[in-house]
């Protein structure tokens, strides 16, 4: 073996190393009872507490605040769901595009296979399991599909990606796995497993869309403004809220109260927008997806 074989196998030893450790200490711990924890510190209100945990997250994360409204956050909490100010994201006007409903890395994304997608290469899981028992995902079958990740020090809100009408929410409670790509590569129906929301929306041009807002560890909180609502732990089971509230594109949704994954669902007819593809950052309101004409 020459010695450049020898530099990447040790370089591959450490990279697995790196990630071993990373899984144990991200998903091998009472994933809950922390989250549970965690909600519960975010929302205290204590601005000399807020300061140091911002200070001590900075030094893992590339927290940028420069974009706040403001920044004298009153809670983690405030600081994790903070408002950006006016003219931070400008949402691509054109009607053909589906623009990103929130600043993301893009994750697994492509076409809907016989009810089958991915949420990382050689780990498939079924639509009808992630929209769970009460939700019909076949019209999104010969669709695109796209995973957005939301890392913990990008902003949090979430804003319809076309203008349309949200017509229904399921709610499934769940676990909190991590959902970095290091899980992503080990635990099998991630998504499925998690916490989640199945927000069913149809644009003003009569598509079906389907936004699924996943949580994980340290977040499982989803406000959504229309309900008026804050989805947590709490809510056990199949949770079905039907509503009718019209949204023009980029008006708020909601938020995650730390940072997750939203997975959108399109039927045929739409394709990657260019420059679209896994590891590619996004921030919301730039394109995600095109009609085809």
């Not at 050689?122 to 992630?130: D, H, M, R, V």
Request: net charge positive; aromatic share 8%.
């Amino acid at each position: 073996m020459n010695d450049k074989a020898v530099t990447r196998a040790c370089w591959l030893q450490r990279l697995g190393a790196q990630e071993d450790l990373n899984f144990l200490l991200t998903n091998r711990i009472p994933r809950i009872a922390l989250t549970r924890l965690m909600g519960r510190f975010s929302r205290i209100e204590s601005r000399w507490l807020t300061r140091l945990a911002i200070a001590v997250w900075r030094r893992f994360t590339p927290l940028d605040l420069s974009e706040a409204l403001h920044t004298d956050f009153r809670s983690l909490k405030d600081c994790f769901t903070r408002e950006l100010k006016p003219g931070s994201r400008v949402f691509d006007p054109r009607s053909e595009i589906f623009t990103s409903p929130s600043d993301a890395i893009v994750g697994a994304c492509g076409t809907v296979s016989r009810g089958q997608v991915y949420q990382a290469k050689g780990f498939p899981y079924s639509t009808a399991e992630l929209f769970g028992p009460t939700q019909d995902a076949s019209v999104f079958e010969g669709g695109r599909y796209a995973t957005l990740r939301l890392t913990s020090a990008m902003y949090h809100r979430f804003h319809a990606p076309q203008a349309g009408t949200v017509q229904h929410v399921t709610y499934l409670s769940g676990d909190t796995w991590n959902v970095n790509p290091v899980a992503l590569k080990r635990v099998e129906r991630l998504f499925c497993r998690n916490e989640r929301a199945v927000i069913r929306m149809q644009l003003d041009s009569g598509e079906p869309i389907a936004l699924v807002p996943v949580a994980a560890v340290l977040v499982a909180s989803i406000r959504l403004h229309f309900l008026d609502v804050l989805l947590h732990l709490g809510r056990r089971g199949a949770n079905e809220m039907p509503c009718q509230a019209h949204l023009g594109k980029g008006d708020e949704m909601g938020w995650f109260e730390h940072g997750s994954t939203i997975i959108v669902f399109v039927p045929p007819g739409f394709e990657l927008a260019e420059g679209v593809d896994t590891g590619v950052q996004l921030r919301a309101g730039q394109a995600l997806l095109r009609r085809m004409s």
